[in-house]
């Protein structure tokens, strides 16, 4: 009973945590004016998957984790589920891609940004990106392309054919599906984002040398701040992708081998960390990107300094009405 306690704190205090940070980046750009700008609309994009995948499948998936695997809902509910979970994943993970990808932009060339990023440029790519989500969730599962048998999968059992021990909700997977998707929606984005922060590396530190070049008169100083600006640049692209690669690589590369050796029994233990590791980068999405960035600090800032405002003004109304 203690365990299963636990886990139930520990598991409604991650999807807290994972909804309420979402929800005060979204607050943050509908409130703040200096956030009205096309560089938001991704943050915002990244917010509001993760949001609902906060809302639509970590309940859902914690009711798996509490009942040991067996799912109670039956197996069109188990495909809806599940096609939610891959669709929101891999939103999840192409909007970090084209962060990754407009943050190069701004940094290589701000003064051409404005006419490279474009408010129909930004729309052209979240269309990408929710386009090839559902392509590899609902469209892929509800047309069995993912089973080895190109059966849509848990349609064999209604909601109350659970069985002895009971159904567990599963997504099945075939060599050439997991290949394809494994490679579209991780492997490819991983090179590309590992490129893009090395190119950002690569261009904050030619700054850096040309801050130390334009001040010869005060190279010390210079020299201080340029020092200063390459460490804060270097533990930004770590955390950032460091935060990405241990949450989402070990989920797909137990993903992979579970689909290329189909016949070996997946271990619901080493499941579930995989999982839910991955499931922690929606949690850290919200502390990492908008943290990084000073007008959002400022932005959450105003909004939590608000609300213990109005609270104390709440307080001192009752205290002076008794």
């Given at each position: 009973m203690l365990l299963t306690a636990l886990r139930w704190v520990v598991l409604v205090a991650f999807i807290a945590l994972t909804i309420c940070g979402n929800v005060l980046v979204c607050l943050a750009v509908a409130t703040s004016r200096r956030l009205h700008q096309i560089s938001s609309c991704f943050i915002l994009s990244l917010a509001v998957t993760d949001l609902l995948l906060g809302l639509l499948v970590l309940p859902l998936s914690a009711m798996l984790e509490l009942h040991n695997g067996r799912w109670l809902l039956g197996g069109v509910f188990c495909n809806i589920y599940i096609s939610l979970d891959v669709m929101l994943c891999s939103a999840s993970i192409l909007t970090l891609l084209a962060i990754s990808v407009d943050r190069y932009l701004v940094i290589s060339n701000p003064f051409c940004y404005p006419r490279r990023v474009t408010p129909r440029r930004v729309g052209i790519t979240l269309t990408a990106i929710w386009t090839c989500s559902l392509a590899v969730s609902f469209v892929s599962i509800n047309l069995g392309w993912n089973a080895p048998d190109f059966r849509v999968q848990n349609l064999d059992w209604d909601m109350w054919d659970e069985g002895e021990e009971g159904r567990t909700c599963r997504y099945e997977w075939s060599n050439n599906y997991v290949l394809l998707k494994a490679f579209l929606i991780f492997y490819l984005p991983l090179l590309v984002m590992c490129g893009m922060y090395h190119r950002i590396f690569c261009v904050a530190r030619e700054q850096v040398r040309r801050i130390r070049a334009t001040t010869p008169s005060f190279a010390q100083a210079a020299n201080a701040v340029a020092t200063a600006r390459e460490h804060k640049a270097t533990v930004t692209l770590a955390a950032v992708l460091g935060a990405f690669v241990i949450c989402w690589f070990p989920y797909f590369t137990y993903?992979?081998?579970?689909?290329?050796?189909?016949?070996?029994?997946?271990?619901?233990?080493?499941?579930?960390?995989?999982?839910?590791?991955?499931?922690?980068?929606?949690?850290?999405?919200?502390?990492?990107?908008?943290?990084?960035?000073?007008?959002?600090?400022?932005?959450?800032?105003?909004?939590?300094?608000?609300?213990?405002?109005?609270?104390?003004?709440?307080?001192?109304?009752?205290?002076?009405?008794?």
């Amino acid at each position: 009973m203690l365990l299963t306690a636990l886990r139930w704190v520990v598991l409604v205090a991650f999807i807290a945590l994972t909804i309420c940070g979402n929800v005060l980046v979204c607050l943050a750009v509908a409130t703040s004016r200096r956030l009205h700008q096309i560089s938001s609309c991704f943050i915002l994009s990244l917010a509001v998957t993760d949001l609902l995948l906060g809302l639509l499948v970590l309940p859902l998936s914690a009711m798996l984790e509490l009942h040991n695997g067996r799912w109670l809902l039956g197996g069109v509910f188990c495909n809806i589920y599940i096609s939610l979970d891959v669709m929101l994943c891999s939103a999840s993970i192409l909007t970090l891609l084209a962060i990754s990808v407009d943050r190069y932009l701004v940094i290589s060339n701000p003064f051409c940004y404005p006419r490279r990023v474009t408010p129909r440029r930004v729309g052209i790519t979240l269309t990408a990106i929710w386009t090839c989500s559902l392509a590899v969730s609902f469209v892929s599962i509800n047309l069995g392309w993912n089973a080895p048998d190109f059966r849509v999968q848990n349609l064999d059992w209604d909601m109350w054919d659970e069985g002895e021990e009971g159904r567990t909700c599963r997504y099945e997977w075939s060599n050439n599906y997991v290949l394809l998707k494994a490679f579209l929606i991780f492997y490819l984005p991983l090179l590309v984002m590992c490129g893009m922060y090395h190119r950002i590396f690569c261009v904050a530190r030619e700054q850096v040398r040309r801050i130390r070049a334009t001040t010869p008169s005060f190279a010390q100083a210079a020299n201080a701040v340029a020092t200063a600006r390459e460490h804060k640049a270097t533990v930004t692209l770590a955390a950032v992708l460091g935060a990405f690669v241990i949450c989402w690589f070990p989920y797909f590369t137990y993903f992979t081998c579970m689909g290329m050796w189909a016949e070996t029994h997946p271990n619901k233990l080493t499941h579930s960390i995989v999982l839910w590791l991955g499931y922690l980068n929606s949690a850290l999405n919200p502390i990492l990107y908008p943290a990084l960035n000073r007008d959002f600090r400022r932005a959450c800032g105003q909004l939590l300094c608000c609300r213990r405002s109005n609270q104390g003004e709440l307080i001192l109304g009752k205290l002076a009405h008794h």
